[in-house]
């Protein structure tokens, strides 16, 4: 019996999607370590907070995340940072809508949304989280940080 290379090539297909997501899934929402971090400037991305100007990092960790207007993880991801910014001292989350700023999604090489660049209280970039971020990467960014 002949091996049909349709059926051949269908199967490596499957294989292929198949494992592509389960390396996004494991890989989605983990925090990267970044070992030359650049400082952020808040004038330059023009962070605000309720209507006013940011002009200091948290006092130990601040979640810059980069979001899109049709991104409704990026939604969850924002109350998620919210939440933990109004009980835990010396966070801060400061959200970017790149919708209208590529120019920030270039010089950040911001390919999905939410992104979110976990800062220290300096503004210095320590690591990267591509997707909606897990619990446990979240407290592991935070316990870098908080003494």
Do not use: Y
Not at 79 to 100: M, Q, V
Not at 114 to 134: C, F
């Amino acid at each position: 019996m002949p091996i049909d290379l349709n059926l051949l090539a269908v199967i490596a297909l499957v294989a292929s999607a198949t494992l592509i997501g389960l390396w996004l899934k494991t890989s989605t929402g983990r925090a990267k370590r970044i070992k030359s971090g650049m400082q952020i400037d808040l004038r330059e991305i023009g962070a605000v907070k309720n209507g006013f100007p940011v002009t200091k990092f948290g006092e130990h960790t601040t979640f810059l995340q980069f979001s899109s207007e049709m991104c409704a993880t990026c939604k969850q991801t924002a109350k998620l940072f919210e939440g933990l910014e109004k009980t835990s001292h010396g966070i801060l989350h400061l959200e970017i809508d790149i919708t209208h700023r590529l120019d920030l999604a270039e010089k950040f090489g911001i390919l999905q949304t939410p992104t979110t660049l976990v800062l220290d209280s300096n503004g210095i970039v320590k690591s990267r989280i591509g997707g909606a971020p897990k619990p446990s990467t979240i407290e592991e960014e935070i316990g870098h940080f908080v003494i």
